[in-house]
């Protein structure tokens, strides 16, 4: 980890001479997919690579590297990682990297996914200091394999914890009334979700939208009526939509029942990269990727076992328009 | 009169005494299960290690350990919820949780509840499954279960080895 870390100080040096980068963000990307002819379409890809894991637990961090930049430029459609970079990120501005390690060591985002973001980000030329990676706390960060860093001059990583929660409740709808961390209010201007795949006992599945979940301060009261529709209103609340922006979702492995905690009966490596800006659609889309995978185990469908993930639908109704989830709506690229 | 006064006074202290044992017993075994420490310490296991401080969390805090998975804890009874992490060999991590269950119908229900076809029968405490990175077991009010983070060829029985460890200290 800590030669890793030098690396990255050197890359952030390095990232000096790269150049000038995009003003233009995702915008850019927006106009991109409207020119194709899939426009009107969501666009998500899935980025797989099968000898990821190799005969390992863990995956090999140089795959790892590889599988996200064929996600990344496959989404963009551009050439190379620095060019998707730039135009993913906006110029000198503060990017969060929310990961996800409430489920602890065994189903958590995986460290070697965070390190090479980080790693893109800085040779794409944002400042090391510019980048957070954050989530509940500490423990949910350290059961990545994340180190706690608060200072500037490196990529910083810590909780809500450390930072807390706004005083200030904001609502949405019947079912939100919340606290939002000031790591996502005060800290970052654009955020890049790094959820992991799973099964949800209550949700169904949680994937983009719920890692939302860990952005606020008591997230067991949006639980109700298997969390719908408090996934879609949290999602609506305009500082986590305006700046959660992309999601690279970490479906590298992924348990499929038993969830959020780690069950090692139920996992399974998809070996899988999911990435998008429309978090129903991501979301649609991992769905189904669960489903798959459950029907394959012998196991009912999440509407047999009780539990759909009817947040998906309402995150997609005309209240909360938070994107697609109609799959002749969603431009799914695999690669 | 006398004397059915007297056989009166001491069938009163016998039923005194006899409430008094009773309410004592109890209070003892409410003692017993707020206190008990199911964790072995490092190396009364062979080849384990105990790595962390042992947490606990109510049932009304359980959300800040298993946000997501508390519920199904709550509603089958959970009093509280004890947790370590260990290590064997120093390689092979894994966690143990114990949950105190309000008795042992929501012990059973949970391990009851999610188990697979490859679940394999163990005998620890009063019933127990084993897979090839767990072990869950439940005895009275107690279910604990241990989750290892790798796959090794002694992942199984260090795994069993361990979980013996913690029966005997329920």
Redesign the interface.
Known sequence: MSNRREFLKVAATGAAILGSQSTLGLAVILDQKAQHADAGKSKVVIARDAALHGTS?HPDEKRVLDLLDLAITSYTRRATPMEAWKHIVPAGKVIGLKTNG?G???ICTHLALVLAIAQRLQQAGVKPGNIVVWDRNARDLEVCGLTINTDPSRVRCFGSDVSGYENEPVAFGSAVNVKLSKILTRECDMVIGLPILKD????GV?FAMKNM?GVVQR??EL?ANGCNPAVADLNCIPVIREKVRFTIGDAMSSVS???????????WYPNALIVGEDRVAVDHTAWQMIERRRAEK?LPTLEGAGRPPRYIATAADATHKLGVNDPSRIHLVEV | MFRTNKMFRLKSWIVALVAISIVAAVACTGCKKSKVDAFPASDSVAGWQKSSETRTFDAKNL?QY???????YISAGVVSTSTSDYKYQGQL?A?VDVHTMSGPDGARKILET?Q????KAVQLGDAGVA????VIFRKGPYLVRI?????TPSTPQALLALAHGVEAKL
Do not use: C, M, N, R
């Open positions: 637990t409430l602890g060591k065994g949800h006992e209550l949700s949680t979940y997230p067991f639980h029942q038993g969830g959020p905690g780690f069950h090692p009966e139920h996992l012998g | 959300w298993i946000d997501g998975d508390a519920e199904q991590e966690v999610g697979t076809g490859d679940a897979y090839a990175q767990s989750v290892a983070y790798e796959s």
